[in-house]
Structure formats: C-alpha cells, structure tokens
Antibody
C-alpha cells in the first residue's frame, strides 16, 4: 500500500526558506511516476505547487516558480520541497502526493506550516 | 483565484440528490479529464471520481460525474449525513503543466 508522510518545521520566519520532506513507503520513488506538492491555506482551496518526475524533470506553478525548488532522494525514497522568501501568505497545510498521469491518487496527511516571527 | 470555478456551497436533505458544478476552460476541462475529491475536516482529499465519470473502488455508486465541453458536475444521490464535506474538482491545465483545482464546495446535509 502506497503511503506518503510529510515532515518539516511547523513554524518558519518571514523571508526564510520553508523546507519539507515527503517520505514514501510501499512504492519505489524511482518508478515511472511524478511526485507533487499541493497546499491549502487555512479555510481556503487547494493550490498546486509543483511536480518532480522520475526523469528529474520539474514543473512548477508559474505563480511560485521563482521561489520553488523540488528534489528527489532515491536512496531514502523521499522527495523534498523548498520555498524561499516566505511570507504570511505561504501559511498553509502542505500535502505531498503521487501523480498518476494527470491527477494525484495518493496523498499524505498534510502538515501545517505557519509563517510568523 | 482558483483555476476552476465552483459554487462555494450546496445543501440537501437526507435522501435527496444534489449536484455540484465545476467550470473551466479549453486548457483544462475542455481538453483533459476531470477529477473530484472529497475532503472531510482535518483530512487529506480523497478521490471520489476519476476520468470524468469513473468511481474508485470503495466509492458508493451514489456518486457520479459528468462532463460537457468546459464544464463538469458531481452528483450525489441518496444523500447521507456522512457525505457532508468539502468537494473539489480538478483537471490538468495545459497552461500550468500541472493540475488546476476548483475553490471547493462545502456540502451541508440539512
């Protein structure tokens, strides 16, 4: 069974870099799939952040592209997200997910990241 | 604002049939499959419809999806209290090169 689990600091200061990791179990991250990050501000809808594929190709939401970096660590079967120069508007629950074709089929439980001094 | 447009709320009484609409454009719904997610409070989204009108294993046949042009809809028949949740539509957006989501519809079972 495919399982994903986000981890990282729950509190980040403004202007700093948000860093999250998604550990994948029950499935090899090296398989022919993409892996994505989606976020949900409190009380609001879902926003796609970006995908990283087994090929190493990355696809980022244009609205966040200048601040986003994604990477994969096949030795640990996990992938990561870095979002730089954060502001209060980046406060959200961050989800990682497996991208099956053109949709997300397996999701992590989500982790709340608050941007505050 | 969200890539896809949904009404913010919908409601119905137990046993009723409710529909939730989702509007997009030629770069998303008009040229790609539509997906629907159910999100209960404090939990991750759960897929209830994929590829416009297919149900994953375990999703009751009370849930159905349809698509026409650049719009789609989710229908829930025989409404039950446990259906009360937020529902999100999604479709790959060719301009984004990623999935676009609707703003979500909060379904209340009266």
């Amino acid at each position: 069974q495919v399982q994903l689990q986000e981890s990282g600091p729950g509190l980040v200061k403004p202007s700093e870099t948000l860093s999250l990791t998604c550990a994948v179990s029950g499935f090899s991250i090296s398989s022919d799939y993409c892996w994505g990050w989606i976020r949900q501000p409190p009380g609001k809808g879902l926003e796609w952040i970006g995908n990283i594929c087994h090929s190493g190709n990355t696809y980022y939401n244009p609205s966040l592209k200048s601040r986003v970096t994604m990477s994969v660590d096949t030795s640990k079967n996990q992938f990561s997200l870095k979002l730089s120069s954060v502001t209060a508007a980046d406060t959200a629950v961050y989800y990682c997910a497996r991208v099956f074709g053109d949709y997300c089929d397996y999701w992590g439980q989500g982790t709340l990241v608050t941007v505050s001094s | 604002q969200s890539v896809l447009t949904q009404p913010p709320s919908a409601s119905g009484t137990p046993g009723q049939r409710v529909t939730i609409s989702c509007s997009g454009s030629t770069s998303n719904i008009g040229s790609n499959y539509v997906y629907w997610y159910q999100q209960l409070p404090g939990t991750a989204p759960k897929l209830v419809i994929y590829s416009n009108n297919q149900r994953p294993s375990g999703v009751p046949d009370r849930f159905s999806g349809s698509k026409s042009g650049t719009s789609a809809s989710l229908a829930i028949s025989g409404l039950r209290s446990e259906d009360e949740a937020d529902y999100y539509c999604a479709a790959w957006d060719d301009s984004l090169s990623g999935p676009g989501f609707g703003g979500g519809t909060k379904l209340t079972v009266l």
